[in-house]
């Protein structure tokens, strides 16, 4: 059984999403490429011009549509392109990372990061760093539950719907 | 309706060894809105590039998707070529397969799935592209350089003679700046006025150079190409006009004990004076502080002597305002003064200098007509010790990084004072020498071994004065940390480069950025050296960082060349990629409320209050808007508004949500 | 029936410090230095805000501990006060958000007699931003004991016990927005869930979308909010969603050592920074 639970765990495929900054960690992550280091497939790069840029609905958007897990990654503190649009974003997630806390939702599923277009190596690392991360923590089923509408909806009425859109039907 | 085209490129093999090129492009066919989906060998070939102008105009495409590399490769290639097939470019994406897919996973299902839905994603995004323009901002042809040191100089002429005008403007009463100062330039020793005045000079009399001494900027308004410069000619009690600059009014100023700055104190000023006999203007001004018929309501002298009524004592300081498309900021440095230093002093020893205080000494224009005196008895020092670093490279001070110009100027300091005093003793104190550059190493080992200058590797604990001689203890590192102690009749400290008093305040006047230690930042450290984070406005020479001559003046004459680029064109073109704020129809003009939290987030200064008048002229609404000229397209201020009532083009909130749904979706 | 129970009362008297509002109010009124006078009367169970436009009625003007509604959230509608010269009574709470409002231009100081009643009863008009922050500097901020209560059992929880309590709270939400029209904050012309280019926010209630209405109303009170409880007041579900703009309030204070006073009296919270802000998650 404990064995069969591993295998299942290990089966997980989790699905990330990286909200990145256009001129450090998405530079960081063609360098990854350029120097042909691999790294799990399971994530999918979103590039905004800085991580200023970043909404934190986007965030929630992401974990509503599926993502089991979020990268967001920027510009080292002083090296931002824009000279402070990662020092907006930091203070943003500071606070957005508290209330999503506070609202029992998984913050440990958001690695926050900060990837230089130099650091092509630690690109691959903050990847297969959270697809370990997230294949502990399972799917995100638990916040998913909450964007599914239909099931929240009682069962007897959806029934009910379905009943006379058949007995409509069969006119 | 859409009508997207997908073009999956193979870079040969470095995408289609891992990915599945030609499902990727068949599955890209079946997504919503997709009109054509093909994959090629090499989609940024010629016929590639043709493949894609073809079935733009074949299929009449909406947008297009170029699934190859990374888009900071060939991004303004795929644009470039959708442009020229009528397609507007800022409605093509590229969807990175290579980099951030085929180069760094394996050859499986997944990297192919992946390469679907990282098309997927830009396909959705571009759909809700918008076709975008690029901007244009008229530019006016004049640039503010700011100080008249070498670096204003250098710069200015550079821009003058390329045809532009430039307006100059000099806090001191003359141009020239510390260079002008000095008495010798290493490594080769030729004198610095010789080199510099004819400069000076050329700066007065250049029909495209506007010349404001005494002046300084105080205000900066607008943006790249549409600056207004704000300029406070401070009065000068002379008019220029009628002055002819004969020097009577200074020779016969009653007060004449006045710390003369040119000369770092060492000598005397009058209260109407120039600083220094080839300083330019050659016209003097009046230093009210010290006058006494401004401190004391009597005197006039100079009024009496003087043969064309030039002197005006109620003359107040003057605003002038000047439109302007660049600045260039060449507002120099500083040194410590000797009381900066408890261990040497605190400045009350008369005979411990400053390396800058040196330089006048050994000045053929300085108070002791270039003989070494000392200032205390103007005898010859005949045992003279130089310490290196003083300040610098001194974290514990609070100045932990290094002035650069120390061991060079120290050098050559021991050298002048060798060639001086055939007799002399000269020692230097040094953390390291640090002599890079082309003949300085050399000039460096000359001091050592042809001028027999000795060199003692390591730090000065104290200096106290005794018996007229000042006692200076250290240390010689390469033997041991072994105790120095040398009886000396003057000591120099190379004092470290400091910036500007002021410089904090003109930075935030201008809005650039500084460091910790007050220096201007420049726009990055590597590739741009002289654009600060403010577009138009340019850095050059000790304002940036402490650094020699040659340094300042190949960083002057490349700002210069920003500024001479920016001028080559009539307009400025841009990105488009800049944020906006909505507007719409009366009664709301825009669902902006005016509570501007996105203008304290703008890195820029970008965002401006418009108001919103009625017909009969009446304020409605005070709204934000986005200056195109400052924007850089950053996008902090968009994350930030509540309501969604700033964006940015190209990467607008309906772009980012669509690229976000079409990821997670199976 | 309420108008009789007013009519009762004298025009001028009650406690005394409700007579001293009342003769203030009766003088602002009068020399026209205010057209419209905002306050409190008394309601069916609890005080009720009221607007004044004649000296009649100023006998109905009260202040006690009782009024707590945020009395602030009118200054901004522009349908009930439009360009007229406005005096208000405000409680410790609203006097943050008129702070708060000067700071976002919502209002101006000079279209407006701000008043409050001191714990000693005193009536206490305020001339500058700084008579305000010097008042809430000084003035006790009332408590609410049973919010206390909640927090230390949320604080107590797992995260998934949080989760569980969040989800089936906020589930409950319809979407009527009372939370919003209650709060002096939100005078948006467009709130986030009106933007439909891209809907952002699903305009049905489900626990999904309540979730994140939630969340960003909460978010839009960064640096903003004067813990004031008004939006929990206001649901007519008694969900405890003041809790989350409380919650922010608190980690503005930790994080960012910024007192809630500091906080709505400066530049925003989010749109500025410092570059030795500290945080433990960035890697």
Redesign the interface.
């Known amino acids: 059984m404990g064995r069969l639970g591993g295998a299942l765990m290990s089966e997980f495929e989790p699905k990330i999403v990286a909200f990145v900054c256009n001129w450090c960690t998405y530079a960081g992550a063609d360098l990854t490429g350029t120097s042909r280091i691999k790294y799990a497939s399971n994530v999918k790069i979103v590039r905004f011009p800085c991580t200023g840029r970043i909404d934190f609905m986007l965030l929630l958007k992401a974990f509503a549509e599926g993502a089991d897990g979020i990268i967001v990654s920027g510009c080292h503190p002083n090296d931002c392109h824009y000279t402070s649009g990662n020092f907006h974003a930091r203070r943003r997630w500071v606070i957005f990372r508290g209330l999503l806390n506070f609202m029992g939702i998984d913050v440990n599923r958001i690695q926050f990061s900060w990837v230089s277009a130099a650091e092509g190596a630690k690109w691959a690392d903050v990847v297969n760093g959270t697809v370990t991360t997230i294949r502990e923590l399972g799917p995100y089923t638990e916040y998913r539950k909450a964007a599914d509408y239909l099931v929240q909806q009682d069962k007897s009425i959806i029934d009910g719907q379905e009943a006379l859109i058949k007995s409509v039907s069969s006119l | 309706m859409s009508k997207i085209g997908v073009f999956i490129c193979h870079c040969g093999e470095n995408i289609s060894a891992t990915v599945d090129c030609e499902r990727v492009a068949a599955e890209a066919g079946k997504m919503d809105g997709v009109e054509f989906a093909t994959d090629y060998k090499y989609m940024c070939s010629d016929p590639g590039q043709t493949l894609i102008k073809n079935a733009i105009k074949e299929k009449g495409l909406t947008g297009v998707v170029v699934g190859a590399c990374?888009?900071?490769?060939h991004e303004p290639t795929f644009r470039k070529a959708c442009a020229e097939a009528g397609l507007n470019p800022y409605l093509c994406e590229m969807s990175?397969l290579?980099?951030?897919?085929s180069?760094?996973?394996?050859k499986n299902e997944?990297?192919t799935e992946?390469a679907i839905?990282?098309v997927k994603?830009l396909v959705e995004k571009v759909k809700k592209n918008k076709p975008l323009n690029a901007i244009k901002v008229p530019i006016t042809k004049k640039a503010l350089v700011i100080g008249g040191g070498i670096a204003g100089i250098q710069a200015a002429l550079d821009i003058a003679n390329a045809g532009q005008q430039v307006i100059m403007v000099e806090k001191e009463p003359s141009i020239g700046g510390h260079m002008s100062q000095l008495s010798e330039t290493f490594p080769t020793l030729d004198c610095s006025q010789c080199i510099l005045t004819p400069r000076m000079v050329e700066v007065a009399q250049h029909p495209n150079i506007t010349l404001y001494t005494y002046a300084e900027l105080e205000h900066l308004d607008g943006f790249i190409g549409n600056f207004k410069a704000t300029i406070r000619l401070k009065a000068k009690s002379v008019d220029y006009k009628l002055c002819t600059g004969c020097g009577a009014c200074t020779t016969k100023c009653p007060n004449k004990k006045i710390p003369s700055e040119f000369n770092e104190g060492l000598g005397m000023r009058t209260a109407i004076y120039t600083p220094f006999p080839q300083a330019v203007p050659n016209k003097p001004v009046i230093d009210r502080a010290n006058c006494t018929y401004y401190q004391k309501g009597k005197c006039k002298v100079c009024e009496k002597v003087c043969p064309t009524g030039a002197i005006q004592y109620d003359l107040p300081d003057q605003f002038i305002t000047e439109d302007i498309g660049a600045v260039v900021i060449a507002t120099g440095f500083n040194v410590l003064k000797t009381d900066f230093f408890p261990e040497y002093g605190y400045g009350k020893y008369a005979d411990v200098l400053t390396g800058l205080q040196f330089e006048r000494l050994a000045s053929a224009s300085g108070p002791t007509l270039g003989e070494i005196r000392r200032p205390s008895d103007g005898k010859v020092p005949k045992k003279i010790v130089f310490i290196a670093c003083s300040g610098s490279r001194d974290p514990a001070k609070g100045i932990p990084y290094c002035s650069k110009i120390c061991c060079m100027y120290t050098a050559k300091h021991a050298m002048l004072y060798q060639h001086k005093v055939h007799d002399g003793e000269s020692y230097v104190f040094y953390m390291d020498i640090r002599a890079g550059g082309k003949n300085y190493e050399e000039f460096v080992r000359r001091a050592i071994e042809d001028d027999g200058v000795n060199y003692i590797r390591g730090r000065v604990a104290r200096i106290y004065e005794k018996d007229g001689k000042y006692i200076v203890k250290g240390a010689d590192t390469l033997l041991g940390s072994k105790p120095v102690e040398i009886e000396a009749d003057m000591v120099v400290l190379a004092t470290a480069g400091v910036s500007n008093p002021g410089a904090e305040e003109l930075a935030q006047k201008m809005h650039v950025?500084y460091d910790a230690y007050k220096f201007f930042a420049e726009a990055h450290p590597k590739l741009k050296p002289v654009e600060t984070?403010t577009a138009g406005i340019f850095l050059c020479g000790a304002c940036q960082a402490p650094k020699d001559i040659p340094e300042t003046v190949g960083m002057a004459s490349g700002a210069a060349a920003k500024v001479i680029g920016l001028f080559s064109n009539n307009e400025l073109t841009r990105e488009p990629?800049i944020a906006v704020v909505n507007r719409s129809a009366p009664p709301?003009f825009?669902?902006?409320?005016?509570?501007?939290?996105?203008?304290?987030?703008c890195?820029?200064n970008a965002i401006e209050r418009e108001e919103i008048k009625g017909r009969d002229g009446s304020v409605i609404k005070?709204v934000a808007k986005v200056n195109p000229g400052l924007c850089?397209?950053?996008?902090?201020c968009?994350?930030?508004c509540?309501?969604?009532?700033i964006d940015?083009q190209?990467?607008s909130?309906?772009q980012?949500?669509?690229?976000?749904?079409a990821?997670?979706?199976? | 029936m309420e108008d009789v129970l007013i009519e009762k009362k004298p025009a001028i008297a009650g406690n005394s410090f409700s007579g001293e509002l009342q003769k203030t109010a009766n003088e602002l009124l009068q020399s026209g230095e205010v057209e419209l006078f905002i306050g409190y009367e008394e309601g069916t169970r609890f005080p009720r805000p009221c607007f004044i436009a004649s000296t009649d009625e100023v006998g109905k003007l009260i202040f006690d501990d009782r009024c707590t509604g945020n009395l602030a959230v009118y200054l901004t509608r522009k349908d009930l006060i439009g360009d007229k010269k406005v005096g208000i009574t405000a409680s410790y709470f609203a006097l943050r958000s008129i702070l708060r409002l000067l700071t976002e231009h919502q209002i101006q100081l000079d279209k407006l007699v701000v008043l409050t009643v001191s714990a000693e009863k005193e009536v206490i008009r305020f001339a500058t931003t700084d008579d305000i922050t010097a008042y809430l500097q000084t003035a006790p901020i009332p408590v609410r004991e049973d919010d206390k209560a909640l927090i230390e059992k949320l604080n107590a929880m797992s995260r998934e016990e949080r989760w569980e309590f969040w989800s089936a709270e906020l589930s409950k939400c319809f979407k009527c927005y009372a939370c919003r029209a209650a709060c002096p904050m939100c005078y948006c012309t467009k709130c986030i869930v009106e933007e439909n280019r891209p809907q952002w926010i699903q305009p049905w209630a489900s626990t999904l979308a309540n979730i994140e209405w939630h969340i960003n109303r909460a978010m839009h009170m960064t640096g903003r909010c004067a813990d004031c409880g008004a939006c929990g007041a206001a649901c007519p579900l008694g969900l405890p969603i003041h809790l989350l703009s409380h919650q922010i309030v608190q980690e503005v204070t930790d994080n960012f050592a910024l007192d809630v006073n500091q906080a709505v009296s400066g530049d925003n919270a989010l749109s500025t920074f410092k570059p030795e802000d500290k945080e433990n998650f960035i890697k």
């Open positions: 990374s888009p900071r490769m990175n290579r980099e951030h897919c180069w760094v996973h394996e997944q990297t992946k839905d990282l994603m950025s984070n990629l709301v825009s669902t902006c409320v005016g509570c501007f939290m996105c203008q304290t987030a890195p820029y005070t850089q397209g950053c996008g902090t968009v994350a930030f509540r309501s969604k009532a940015i190209g990467f909130n309906e980012m949500f669509a690229e976000v749904m990821l997670m979706n199976e």
